[in-house]
């Protein structure tokens, strides 16, 4: 619900008035012929809402293992690629342009970034800021992603400048009875303007910049590391941090035998509309009111889904269907299918279509091995929340002490001739331990055992989950939606759930604690002291 993204430009209007009555049948068969022959000719083509068609070679081949095609988009693999070649209203300046040019002339750096996303470039920007020797390394990239965010935790960052919308309050409707009003004020952020102000703090730190794909990194004998780019580039650096997404199998270890990933994925278009179905003056976190017309023809289709909208004004809106997590990513064909009938039943009219996304996020997965030499931050590092998928306001937030911590270890480290040794591997493990302490492991189990839950709630199950979540206090919920409760918080917070929850979610919860493999591992997690 953070990232809302992915898309392709030059639409033609989508008007729900010509829509077609849904035959999930007939989606789910073109959706497995457009897959099998994906698997056969490892090609596959997409036609946009313009009527343009697209081809993309995809091949396994291009990632580590299974794990990490399906963090990089698995059988959406395709739309995830459009999303970085997305065209986005207002020009975006390239980082090239602004930052100072990063070769292997630079000579030694203390630290390399490789990723261009709001994680890496923060991070990059408060390594430099402490007085290490930093380059930032990856593709230029504009940002393509909407993010919303609760406008309380941006303006904690000194990043309230770079909204620009916000709804006072927000909304939610479980079912067709009284909708529940959050009570917390939610906010659009301007992409153009949160890469800009992290851009400029990268210059302002002295942060040096390669355009360029990595491909590997290879420590040398004499225990620097060496960023392998592009047309034979090699970058020497005493250690090396990946900010470069989740899928980064190629370039770090992740922990065998962990929880499988699954994924949040959300189609949304943002339109000009005849009248606005909502209040302009609030923003619709979640709509789970059943507007479908016919019974559901396939456990996809029946799966739960919710529609989050922005009013931007009365009359121009976005419009996201979401499916919160599954197993197996939830095709955006059937959410496009589901969302046009939901607009449809609404008597919703569209006039212009402005913007087209899809939105992929994976959640849950690995950790990586915290005894490996490179370092990883935001989603590389396992940072995104497993049971919501916000990842960028927590990557922003822990930033500045995770800077602290790599540029105290380099500095203490380089005093006393550490990384030239074996040793350069303990040197590592103490940055992992900041990143990742037994409580954030403790934090983490907690979570993915809610997201385990949710993955096998119904709709109504979802529906008596969500109604009893927004009636804890609001700390809590706060707290859980940010990762900010401590360990001992979130068992206060199971506690008080289970107390007020009606007695089919008390079942639900004390079956899946039982049954769930994710109950085991969060119950051996609590207890391991470090």
């Known amino acids: 619900m953070e990232c809302r993204c992915l898309g392709a430009p030059n639409f033609s209007p989508m008007a729900p008035r010509r ?22 000719r490892g090609e596959v083509k997409v036609r946009c809402s313009g009527g343009e068609r697209r081809s993309s070679v995809v091949t396994r081949e291009e990632y580590a293992n299974e794990e990490d095609y399906i963090k990089a988009g698995g059988s959406e693999i395709v739309y995830v690629q459009m999303q970085r070649e997305k065209s986005v209203d207002g020009a975006q300046a390239r980082i090239a342009d602004m930052l100072p040019p990063l070769s292997m002339a630079n000579g030694l750096l203390d630290l390399v970034v490789i990723g261009c996303g709001p994680a890496g470039l923060a991070l990059a920007a408060e390594t430099a800021k ?41 909304i939610m409707y479980l079912n067709d009875e009284n909708p529940l009003f959050i ?48 047309s034979n580039v090699v970058i020497p650096c005493r250690l090396a941090t990946v900010a470069s997404g989740a899928a980064s199998g190629k370039l ?8 499988r990933v699954s994924v949040q994925t959300a189609y949304g278009v943002e339109v000009e509309v005849e009248s606005c179905p909502y209040d302009p003056n609030l923003m619709v976190f979640m709509d789970y009111r059943d507007f479908s017309r016919q019974k559901n023809q396939s456990p996809e289709a029946e799966y739960p889904t919710f529609l989050y909208a922005m009013p931007m004004s009365p ?12 197993k197996d990513a939830m095709p955006f064909e059937l959410l496009k299918t589901k969302l046009l009938s939901r607009l449809e039943t609404m008597g919703v009219r569209v006039i212009k279509t402005y913007e087209e996304e899809w939105s992929y996020i994976p959640v849950g997965g690995s950790l990586p091995n915290t005894e490996q030499r490179n370092l990883a931050f935001g989603a590389a590092a396992s940072m995104v929340h497993p049971a919501t998928g916000y990842s960028v306001v927590r990557s922003l937030t822990e930033a500045p002490k995770y800077a602290s911590s790599i ?40 979570f993915l055992f809610g997201l385990a839950l949710i993955v096998q709630l119904d709709i109504e199950g979802i529906r008596t989950f969500f109604n009893t979540f927004f009636r804890l206090p609001k700390w809590m919920w706060w707290g859980f939606l940010g990762s900010t409760l401590s360990s001992t918080d979130l068992i206060l917070f199971a506690f008080y759930m289970f107390v007020i929850a009606p007695s089919n979610l008390r079942m639900n919860l004390i079956r899946h604690l039982l049954s769930d493999p994710t109950g085991a591992t969060m119950i051996r997690t609590y207890l391991t002291l470090a």
């Open 407 to 446: 540029a105290r270890i380099i500095k203490s480290s380089e005093s006393n001739n550490m990384l030239v040794h074996k040793s350069s591997f303990n040197v590592s493990m103490q940055a992992w331990r900041t990143l990742w302490p037994q409580e954030r492991k403790r934090q983490r189990a907690f």
């Open 183 to 230: 009570g917390r004020a939610y906010g659009r952020v301007s992409r153009h303007l949160l890469r800009e102000e992290l851009v400029r703090r990268c210059l302002e730190s002295g942060v040096s910049y390669l355009s360029s794909k990595v491909e590997s990194i290879v420590e040398g004998t004499n225990g620097n590391s060496h960023v392998i780019c592009e």
């Open 130 to 170: 402490l007085g290490l020797k930093v380059g930032l390394i990856g593709p230029d990239l504009p940002f393509t992603n909407n993010y919303g965010v609760w406008e309380d935790e941006f303006n904690d960052l000194g990043l309230q400048g770079c909204i620009e919308h916000v709804w006072q309050d927000t």
């Open 19 to 40: 829509s077609r009555a849904v035959n999930v049948g007939v989606v789910r068969r073109r959706l497995w012929w457009r897959r099998a022959e994906g698997k056969r």
């Open 252 to 259: 770090l270890q992740y922990e065998v035998g962990g929880p």
């Open 315 to 326: 009359t121009r809106i976005f419009f996201e269907e979401t499916c919160l997590a599954s």
